[in-house]
């Protein structure tokens, strides 16, 4: 038995601007998943990747392009709380997903069911959802920043760096970010970056060498800046590789690594188990949930767009247009 719902369906693979809203079939819930009616659906740059056939769905996953939504449960079938409560029909919550955000209804399994933190409406919980399991996941769980940390985000006028200048401040750290603008780094000053650095004027590694480097470096460049980051870091320094704008085979220097004592990992959320995404999720939700119900770390919302123009919104992320998040309106 499938379950019938619109969705936002590509059909021509060739083409990355064939989103059209459709209807289409999902597969039946089962045990231990809920039936979602999404209200709103964040857009992020790897469903433009996918949409340009370069980030897959894992096996098994649905075509659906969509990393993160937020609405209301149809069916909870059995799922709970991390706290062991049950979810019930009516519940509302945020979902981070491998795919299928980018409609009226998804199937979401329960680790990876959250609730709406206090204060915020569904349109903000959809835009905070894959970038808090990324950061949490990234500068803690895996770089592990802490208080005097110098943390340093490539992209910081993006979803990610503006998140991510919020959660190190709030753990402690120094911030240091690059942008292609003074307009994104003036908005990174005001979430709180201490040090503000226009890649296309300045040469963020000598900005860092000043600075003492980077204890953490989360980059979402990729082989590009491979070689310059390892430059930027401190020593014993850590460099965690989250995205690949800038390529994906570059030249390692192994004996500057050496000299560094650095560490270079790269992480993603999407092709993780079951387990793995539900205890990321677990530790977002005790660990980050809080700092966004009392103000610490807020959403920034750029703009709210309507998810028959999908399109449209991955046409403004990838023109640098967007500032923080774009979140699609599923319902009216």
């Keep these: 038995m499938s379950i019938t719902t619109r969705a936002i369906v590509q059909t021509d693979s060739n083409d990355p601007a064939s989103l059209e809203w459709k209807e289409t079939e999902l597969d039946d819930l089962q045990q231990g998943e809920a039936l979602v009616k999404v209200h709103f659906a964040g857009v992020n740059r790897a469903d433009t990747l996918q949409a340009q056939g370069h980030y897959p769905p894992p096996k098994g996953v649905t075509n659906i392009i969509g990393l993160e939504a937020a609405g209301v449960i149809e069916r909870a079938n059995g799922t709970t709380r991390p706290d062991g409560t049950p979810w019930v029909d009516g519940d509302e919550v945020a979902v981070l997903l491998s795919g299928g955000g980018y409609a009226e209804r998804v199937v979401v399994p329960e680790g990876q069911l959250m609730p709406v933190p206090a204060g915020f409406s569904l349109a903000e919980a959809a835009s905070v959802v894959e970038v808090a399991c ?198 009216n």
């Excluded at 949490?136 to 993006?158: E, P, Q, Y």
């Excluded at 942008?179 to 860092?208: H, P, T, W």
């Excluded at 188990?273 to 700092?291: C, M, N, S, Y």
Aim: hydrophobic share 40%.
């Design 134 to 331: 990324t950061l949490w996941s990234n500068i803690m769980m895996t770089a592990h920043v802490d208080k005097g940390s110098t943390v340093l985000f490539h992209g910081g006028g993006g979803g990610i760096g503006i998140f991510g200048i919020q959660l190190a401040k709030a753990l402690g750290a120094t911030v240091a970010v690059t942008a292609g603008s003074q307009e994104k780094l003036n908005v990174c000053s005001r979430y709180g970056a201490d040090i503000l650095i226009n890649y296309k004027d300045e040469d963020f590694v000598e900005v860092m060498k000043d600075h003492g480097g980077a204890d953490v470096i989360l980059d979402i460049i990729g082989a590009k800046y491979l070689d310059r980051n390892i430059d930027a870091l401190a020593k014993d320094g850590h460099i965690v590789i989250i995205g690949m704008q800038g390529g994906v085979k570059g030249e390692l220097n192994i004996g500057k690594l050496l000299n560094k004592r650095g560490t270079i990992s790269a992480t993603g959320l999407r092709y993780r188990d079951l387990d793995d995404k539900a205890r990321i999720v677990g530790e977002t939700i005790r660990h980050v949930w809080p700092l966004l119900e009392d103000g610490s770390i807020t959403h920034h919302i750029d703009r709210v767009v309507p998810v028959e123009k999908a399109a449209d919104a991955h046409k403004a992320l990838l023109d640098g247009e967007v500032t923080g998040k774009i979140v699609l309106q599923v319902v």
